[in-house]
Nanobody, 123 residues
Framework: QVQLVESGGGLVQAGGSLRLSCAAS????????MGWFRQPPGKEREFVAA????????NYADSVKGRFTISRDNAKNTVYLQMNSLKPEDTAVYYC????????????????WGRGTQVTVSS
């Protein structure tokens, strides 16, 4: 079992930055690849970024490439999402999730989910 708790969301102006954190419980955190998804108002949940268990590989949605950076600290059981140059269309509830699958961008591949943190970007 892995429990995930996101934090760091908030209200920011366009062009600003936020850093999301996802704290995981359980001693097997380093066994999982970790992903970030987001759900904009009235839309489906979508893939944002993912990182391998070792932190050496990552993948990003085209919409966030060059602006967002995913990282992890296995000693702290935490994964991060640094978000720069935020846009109003980044407004969403952001979720972190854990997976043992190689299909990182597929929502159904993830075994565990956090409850999400709201990010609102004003224009």
């Amino acid at each position: 079992q892995v429990q995930l708790v996101e934090s760091g969301g908030g209200l920011v102006q366009a062009g600003g930055s936020l850093r999301l954190s996802c704290a995981a419980s359980g001693r097997t955190f380093s066994s999982y690849a970790m992903g970030w998804f987001r759900q904009p108002p009235g839309k489906e949940r979508e893939f944002v970024a993912a990182i391998s268990w070792s932190g050496t590989r990552n993948n990003y949605a085209d919409s966030v490439k060059g602006r967002f950076t995913i990282s992890r600290d296995n000693a702290k059981n935490t994964v991060y999402l640094q978000m720069n140059s935020l846009k109003p269309e980044d407004t969403a509830v952001y979720y972190c999730a854990a997976t043992t699958s190689a299909l990182w961008s597929v929502r159904s591949s993830y075994n565990y989910w956090g409850r999400g943190t709201q990010v609102t970007v004003s224009s």
